[in-house]
């Protein structure tokens, strides 16, 4: 990405002059070098009375402005904010996620298709994924039960409020109703997770049962016991077909996918219905086919199995699956039994060119809409029309994956959401990465032992960057620590012989009308020659080099609204926690950096690009991020009111109490 690398630097470039110009214009110069210096001699040159008085002037450097960078910075207009409905849904789950983005997608009128039954189809490998179809299937069926839970919980919140309120005009403690509300809730969700582990349970001990027991008999060679469990089973056809596991399968379809041929031949002669449909809406004959089992298709068709016709609906039919895998065999099989052979399905998917969800009514709604008219005067744009057009939801790490997961196991329902990761969050993980890079014997010992910081923990820089003020702290600590090292390496240059001699200096202000080009190339000559002699100072150069502008650039850009200042930090992020072994932060940074260079559309990536801040005040320079915004106007306004919940509740009542006495 040219645009960006080119991007990158050039803000490099200008915190390196704007290095030069701090330390060669705006220190004093020191009594001898650094390095020869104690920490007391340091400390006494730093505290002297003219240290901010005493500037000279001794070199001209140009600093660019910051607007110079922030070329693609969104209007200086007040953001149109609208704030959703407080919803009681957990976003650390993914039913609760899909609740949420249910209820985002009816605010907004945002097109949700059908949870019809499809599968995926890899055109490159020829392959259907049914443990895909069939974990969504499993997911839809939890997200319905999860519905049906929270609108008994939302009932049991009504009926507590009415008891809290009742309580708070007797004086009494709100504690009873809060636990009785907490019990409840808890016991509605173990109970139905409960009774699906249990379902999932008999169903592996019914199979184990029946399978032991017809290899029992078979290995007897008891004619008579086989007949015997035969007339069993067939008595047991409506417990065998009730009984299924948390995919809606059968014994009969475990039976076929294991490839038990004994164990199929006698369920059917028991009477099994050999077209029965697990969740995803598979059968038997599907699941044979999937695993190009020949001879158990055999049995199948000979059983009467279906492989063709209206009984499968949106899902593919055997043969359009056996077309689709080039399964010769047993294409060449149903065809020499079918009556019917001609689909449109199956050129469809023969001609998909990529790993996408084949559905029936999709793919005809699409052949549809590509015949339709499409003149462009006549188009506009609405919402609830543009069904494949993505919405970017911005989260955090945690919220992205779930988001993302959602969208995988329901794409029909959900396929609208695309991730959007919080760039406060990402601030987070740029220092906390810093740190990591440095270990305790660089930045930390220099914020600890040096700048006397002592909140700037290891937790700090961890699992507590987000809690107690310390992004704001590690943010700071990072910033003041790369100017530190960059200063203490210009002072160093400036006594070495790289450093231009008056005559270089005076040749290049006549010339630029300022220093910036001698002073700029001799500095990174330096920088250069200084890494290679020296590990130590390569390793301490990066604070300056990279995280100390990287951090600086992601500040500006969120100040400015610049998506393509954003988009640069994230483009260099990416590797930064793919070398640190940032597993979460590395998935994230490669799935935002895949998105926005190949998977979104143009008008999309356009459209974060302006819209990536908020701004309130009308005023460049004032934006704050999206999650920031979030943290800062809701969830911290509703943490505080939570905390003091009961004391404000009590108060509020207390006083209408005594508002109502002096009326009467």
């Known amino acids: 990405m040219p645009e960006h690398r080119e991007s990158w630097e050039k803000w490099s470039d200008s915190l390196f002059l704007e290095l030069l110009d701090k330390s060669l214009n705006n220190l004093p110069t020191s009594p001898k070098p650094l390095f020869e210096m104690s920490e007391p001699e340091i400390n006494s040159w730093l505290e002297q009375p003219n240290f901010k008085e005493e500037k000279q002037q001794r070199y001209k450097i140009a600093i660019p402005p910051v607007e110079e960078f922030c070329k693609k910075m969104q209007s200086t207009e007040k953001s149109d904010v609208i704030n959703l409905p407080l919803s009681l849904e957990d976003n650390s789950t993914l039913t609760g996620t899909a609740a949420i983005l249910d209820v985002f997608a009816k605010e907004f009128a945002i097109p949700q298709g059908q949870s019809s039954r499809y599968i995926e189809f890899n055109n490159a490998t020829k392959e259907f994924d049914l443990k895909s179809a069939r974990e969504r299937y499993h997911f839809i069926k939890s997200f319905q039960l999860h519905q049906s839970q929270m609108i008994e919980l939302e009932k049991q919140l009504e009926s507590s409020e009415k008891e ?7 004086r009494n403690v709100e504690e009873e109703s809060e636990d009785d509300e907490s019990d409840s809730h808890d016991s509605s969700v173990s109970e139905g997770s409960l009774t699906h582990e249990e379902t999932h349970d008999r169903f592996g001990s019914l199979y184990k049962k029946v399978l032991n027991m017809v290899q029992q008999t078979v290995e007897s060679g008891d004619e008579a016991s086989l007949d015997k469990i035969v007339l069993d089973l067939s008595k047991k056809q409506k417990e065998l077909d009730k009984t299924r596991d948390k995919f809606e399968r059968t014994v009969f379809h475990a039976a076929v996918e294991e490839k038990r041929y004994t164990l199929v031949n006698i369920l059917l002669s028991s009477g099994t219905n050999p077209n029965v449909k697990e969740g ?74 990529c790993n996408e969800l084949v559905s029936v009514e999709t793919l005809l709604d699409d052949k549809m809409d590509d015949s339709g008219s499409n003149n462009s005067e006549d188009f506009v744009y609405k919402r609830s029309e543009c069904k494949k057009f993505p919405t970017a939801v911005v989260g955090d790490v945690g919220t992205c994956k ?95 012989s790289l450093f231009p001699s008056r005559d270089e200096l005076k040749r290049t202000l006549q010339k630029y009308g300022n220093h910036n080009n001698i002073l700029l190339q001799r500095f990174k000559e330096w920088l250069k020659d200084s890494a290679q002699k020296d590990e130590n100072n390569s390793y ?4 300056f080099t990279l995280f100390g502008p ?59 690009k302006t819209n990536s801040t908020i701004n309130l005040s009308g005023k460049a320079g004032h934006n704050v991020d999206l999650d920031e915004y979030v943290e800062t106007y809701i969830v911290r306004p509703l943490k505080t009111y939570v905390s003091g919940k009961c004391t404000f509740i009590q108060s509020l009542w207390s006083n209408l109490m005594t508002l109502a006495i002096r009326v009467e």
């Open 402 to 496: 779930n988001n993302r997961s959602v969208r995988n196991r329901d794409c029909a329902r959900h396929g609208w959401c695309t991730e959007n990761p919080g760039d406060m969050h990402a601030k987070g993980y740029l220092c906390e990465a810093a740190f990591k890079a440095h270990g305790s014997g660089g930045l930390h010992k220099l914020l600890s032992d040096v700048m006397k910081r002592p909140k700037l923990t290891k937790e700090a820089f961890k699992k507590r960057k987000f809690q107690d003020n310390n992004l704001n702290r590690i943010i700071e600590g990072v910033r003041d620590a790369s100017q530190s090292y960059g200063m203490a390496a210009v002072m160093a240059f400036e006594r070495s």
């Open 280 to 353: 995803c809406g598979a059968t038997p004959l599907t699941i044979a086919v999937l695993n190009s089992d020949f001879a158990m298709c055999k049995i199948l068709v000979q059983n009467f199995a279906e492989y063709e016709g209206e009984m499968f609906g949106s899902f593919p039919t055997p043969l359009e699956m056996a077309t689709a895998m080039e399964a010769e065999e047993i294409v060449n099989l149903f065809k020499t039994t079918s009556t019917y052979w001609e689909c449109p399905v199956v050129s469809l998917i023969q001609n998909d060119t």
């Open 550 to 608: 990287l951090l600086a650039m992601f500040i500006v850009a969120g100040k400015y609204g610049d998506g393509h200042l954003r988009e640069v930090v994230w483009v260099i992020m990416l590797p930064i926690f793919a070398q640190l072994g940032f597993r979460n932060y590395w998935t994230e940074a490669f799935v935002h950096v895949v998105n926005f260079t190949s998977i979104w559309p143009l008008a999309l990536r356009e459209l974060i």
């Open 540 to 543: 301490h150069q990066q604070l």
């Open 164 to 170: 809290i309120g009742h309580e708070l005009l007797t």
